[in-house]
Each structure stands twice: as structure tokens, then as C-alpha cells.
């Protein structure tokens, strides 16, 4: 069974930096992408970042193209989100999230959860 632990959410002023790491177990991840979602109350789960676990083949929503990066480091299985020039619409809890492409086209596999607070 895929487990998934997100860290690193915290609070941040407009124009600073955080990143978010989600350290995933239970499964080889040859077949999977990976990606990063956000939530704020009352709105729908958003996507924000994907990754191709073996080709590190990367997208992107538009809210964030130019400001976050996303990676990941096989060895130690581990994806991060670089969040930089952050803004206060960026307020959510990101949620790290797993597919494998050979059995499903929908994420099944979700963390915890982190929050992530930006003060204007």
C-alpha cells in the first residue's frame, strides 16, 4: 500500500519562499506520476504540479508556471515543491498525491495534507 507524508508547510510572507516535500513508501514507483493538489475551504481539490516518476517529465497549472518547481530524488523517494515568490492566494493545504499510469487515470493514493499560510 502507497503511503505518502507531505512536510514543510508553515507560514510565510508575500514574496517569500517554502518548500514542501512528500515522502512516499509502500510501492516502486517505475509506473507512477506523482503530483501536488491544493485546497482552500468551501473550493474544489486544485492541481498544481505534476512529475513522471521515471522520465521527470514535469506540468504545471498556470497559477504557478514561473514561481514553483517541481522534483523529486528517486534514491530517496521523495518529491519536493519549490514555492517561491509566494502569494496570499497561494493559502491552502497541499495535499501530495500518486497514480500508477498502468492501472488508473485518476489519483488514488493522497497524504495528509500540509498547510501552507501566506500573509499579505
Known amino acids: 500500500q502507497v503511503q505518502l507524508v507531505e512536510s514543510g508547510g508553515g507560514l510565510v510572507q508575500a514574496g517569500g519562499s517554502l518548500r514542501l516535500s512528500c515522502a512516499a513508501s509502500?510501492?516502486?514507483?517505475?509506473?507512477?506520476?506523482m503530483a501536488w493538489f491544493r485546497q482552500t475551504p468551501g473550493k474544489e481539490r486544485e492541481f498544481v504540479a505534476g512529475?513522471?516518476?521515471?522520465?521527470?517529465?514535469?506540468y504545471y497549472a498556470d497559477s504557478v508556471k514561473g514561481r514553483f518547481t517541481i522534483s523529486r530524488d528517486r534514491a530517496k523517494n521523495t518529491m519536493y515543491l519549490q514555492m517561491n515568490n509566494l502569494k496570499p492566494e497561494d493559502t491552502a493545504v497541499y495535499y501530495c498525491?500518486?497514480?500508477?499510469?498502468?492501472?488508473?487515470?485518476?489519483?488514488?493514493?493522497w497524504g495528509q495534507g500540509t498547510h501552507v499560510t501566506v500573509s499579505s
Open positions: 509502500g510501492r516502486t514507483f517505475s509506473n507512477y506520476t
Open positions: 498525491a500518486a497514480r500508477d499510469v498502468k492501472i488508473t487515470s485518476e489519483f488514488d493514493n
Open positions: 512529475i513522471v516518476w521515471s522520465g521527470g517529465t514535469t
